[in-house]
């Protein structure tokens, strides 16, 4: 596509449920990421892909958290059990390969947990 | 581990005034990026920079990287309001993954 598409925009959910996040990259961009924002602060790193690569999950906060790629291309993020501190804006990122490429945002899944 | 620090964290400027937000690493960079977050938006490239001492300009911003490829800069001439926002600096940490600044909020009085 166009640009780097993400859903739901917001999501409201009860504490302890699962919720899934999807992100659709920019066709042909082999590296993605996921960042979270809470309000007011900055991009906390959770994971990245690359290419056929194994992910670095080295900022998944918790075991709650996981992510995966299929085929390359989409990518889910999924919170199970979710809790409160959880709510934030999830940020999909994709660029054309690693190393100094530029990351193209999508617009952030709000994740609000009640 | 190379830790990049970005400061200041929040600065408030009377339209026209300058701004200058400061990215600096205890370790080499291999090149550094700058995004934009609007209130409310997601973050957007602004720019790249390689080269040890490269200075490039957008219309009033300006960006340097140092020297030794240590520290970054991004200068606004006469700020106005539709310069309001996050300024987030980005480099390749050792696993060439973009990490990013803590970022820089700037607010313009108009």
């Known amino acids: 596509g166009a640009g780097v598409s993400q859903s739901p925009s917001n999501k409201v959910t009860e504490k302890g449920k699962d919720v899934e996040l999807r992100c659709d990259p920019i066709?042909?961009?082999?590296?993605l990421y996921w960042y979270r924002q809470s309000l007011g602060q900055g991009l906390e790193f959770l994971i990245y892909?690359?290419?056929?690569?194994?992910?670095?999950k080295s900022g998944l906060p918790s075991d709650r958290f996981s992510a995966e790629r299929t085929g390359g291309s989409v990518s889910t993020l999924t919170i199970q059990r979710t809790q409160q501190e959880d709510s934030a804006v999830y940020l999909c990122?994709?660029?054309?390969?690693?190393?100094?490429?530029?990351?193209?945002f999508g617009a952030g899944s709000r994740l609000t947990v009640l | 581990g190379q830790q990049v620090m970005q400061i200041p964290q929040y600065q408030h400027v009377q339209e026209g005034e300058d701004f200058t937000t400061y990215c600096n690493s205890s370790?080499?960079?291999?090149?550094i990026q700058w995004y934009k977050q609007r209130p409310g938006g997601h973050p957007v490239f602004l720019i790249q920079l390689v080269k040890s001492g490269e200075v490039k300009k957008q219309k009033r911003l300006t960006f340097q990287f140092g020297e030794a490829k240590k520290n970054s800069s991004l200068h606004i001439t006469a700020t106005q309001t539709t310069d309001v926002g996050t300024y987030f600096c980005?480099?390749?940490?050792?696993?060439?993954?973009?990490?990013f600044g803590g970022g820089t909020r700037l607010m313009v009085k108009p």
């Open positions: 370790t080499t960079l291999s090149n």
């Open positions: 066709s042909g961009h082999t590296a």
């Open positions: 892909f690359q290419g056929n690569s194994a992910p670095d």
């Open positions: 980005a480099y390749n940490n050792a696993g060439n993954m973009l990490t």
């Open positions: 990122a994709s660029s054309l390969h690693s190393g100094a490429n530029v990351l193209t």
